[in-house]
């Protein structure tokens, strides 16, 4: 018999918008300490510097703005889980739009508070079905926002990572909807039985093609916590370097997915 079909995995909407919306507040909350020898500064993120970073943010958010925009598309083509693989496309793209917005708006808080207040419009506005056209493909509004929350988690750490003592908060929301979705990510990526990959408290997922154990301690267990997780899935550190830090603990023959990794750059 063919094992049965795994369920999508589906999150609360208005949880999720409110994780969106809170991580927002805490990149704004954090931008108004920064001076501007620490907005000229470098990020991990190639030559950006943390005005560009801070830019993308707010890119990031309003391409909710500029979906809305659009004309509804006629049928969803894009699952949730499959977005992070669709985000190098738009790669170049990215770094351009980032460049011109971070060199057009002098005022980034303004330019953050602005973004907020024009989501939350939007959001009162819009049900969560109404389907967007994005640039990795057609999908509801309250999935697109999981997606956001993703970003604002993963660029957060990219911000405390270029600014040492900033310590911008993570939403406890955001942080389980990134840690989730890049956990299924995985899945999808390496369907299988045979290893399981826990974030705690947020995710556990079985992975990767062999034997499927169906009792007690499975033999290949994969261990870590959510922000490693999530610098594992981005590319932000490597399997190698998490794994000899003891950020992650591996055992079984089939615990290695350092070949899997990045998910999404």
Sequence with gaps: MPPAKKRARSYDPVRTRAAVLAQLGHVRQGLRGLGAEQLGGPTRLGEWTVRDLIAHIGMAVTAVHRALDRPAPPKQD????????????????????????AAGHLDLDACLTDVDASLRTLL??????????????????????VTRAVELVVHTDDLNAAVPGLQVPYDRQALAAATRLLADALAVKAPGGSTEVRVPPYAVVQCVEGPRHTRGTPPNVVETDPLTWIRLATGRVSWKDAVEEAKVSASGERADIGSLLPLMP
Excluded: N
């Design 124 to 145: 009162d506005e819009h049900p969560g079905s109404r389907l967007l056209e994005t640039d990795a493909g057609a999908l509801p509004l309250d999935d697109y926002l």
């Design 78 to 101: 894009l699952a949730v889980v499959q977005w992070p693989f669709a985000t190098s496309a738009s790669a170049c793209a990215i770094d351009e739009f980032t460049r011109g917005l």
